[in-house]
T-cell receptor, first 109, second 114 residues
Framework: QKEVEQNSGPLSVPEGAIASLNCTYS??????FFWYRQYSGKSPELIMS????GDKEDGRFTAQLNKASQYVSLLIRDSQPSDSATYLC?????????FGAGTTVTVRA | SAVISQKPSRDICQRGTSLTIQCQVD?????MFWYRQQPGQSLTLIAT?????????ESGFVIDKFPISRPNLTFSTLTVSNMSPEDSSIYLC???????????FGPGTRLTVL
């Protein structure tokens, strides 16, 4: 079983719609969770971090965490073409990050 | 967040040669990491660069192939030794934790081995 699993893509959404990205993890002791955005040919950029159960909003992004279900998600509201990228879910164990395979999002105008 | 730079940004190398990648941070950081991202894949941790001691390697990675130095709290190098085409990847330096517990990536080094 992979440590971090993301819903398979690619995900295509129309401009202005909500993109929903899901991630599950296997280590029940994990306490820190992150979403990175990676544009083609670029390095990962941290866009959200979440540490406690519930929702965390930052602009058009909302991260949701449910530790009991070992589940973390990212919602992108009012999707824009500039949101087209690969989104990586990362979970922190004792010292290192474990990454999911990534979900590629395409926002079509 | 810390500003991270890497050199070179890209390189094309012949098989059997070695390449040293440098990572420089604009402030002192506790931990520095080296990752590999193979084409179309996610990130895999190679090792944690420890200041003043030997690096800690992840399963599947060995010091002879990927020697790492970290002479101080702002600088580290990763060498890819005796390269083969399978080493063609993006190599990324990362630093953390940055308050509260975040980790950031450098721009990466795109390596092509012929």
């Amino acid at each position: 079983q992979k440590e971090v699993e993301q819903n398979s893509g690619p995900l295509s959404v129309p401009e202005g719609a909500i993109a929903s990205l899901n991630c599950t993890y296997s280590d029940r002791g994990s306490q820190s969770f992150f979403w990175y955005r990676q544009y083609s040919g670029k390095s990962p950029e941290l866009i959200m971090s979440i540490y406690s159960n519930g929702d965390k909003e930052d602009g058009r992004f909302t991260a949701q965490l449910n530790k009991a279900s070992q589940y973390v998600s990212l919602l992108i509201r009012d999707s824009q073409p500039s949101d087209s990228a690969t989104y990586l879910c990362a979970v922190k164990g004792d010292y290192k990050l474990s990454f999911g395979a990534g979900t590629t999002v395409t926002v079509r105008a | 967040s810390a500003v991270i730079s890497q050199k070179p940004s890209r390189d094309i190398c012949q098989r059997g040669t070695s390449l040293t990648i440098q990572c420089q941070v604009d402030s002192q950081v506790t931990m520095m990491f080296w990752y590999r991202q193979q084409p179309g894949q996610s990130l895999t941790l190679i090792a944690t660069a420890n200041q003043g001691s030997e690096a800690t390697y992840e399963s599947g990675f060995v010091i002879d192939k990927f020697p790492i130095s970290r002479p101080n709290l702002t600088f580290s190098t990763l060498t890819v030794s005796n390269m083969s085409p399978e080493d063609s990847s993006i190599y990324l330096c990362s630093v953390g934790p940055q308050a509260p517990n975040e980790q950031f990536f450098g721009p990466g080094t795109r390596l092509t081995v012929l």
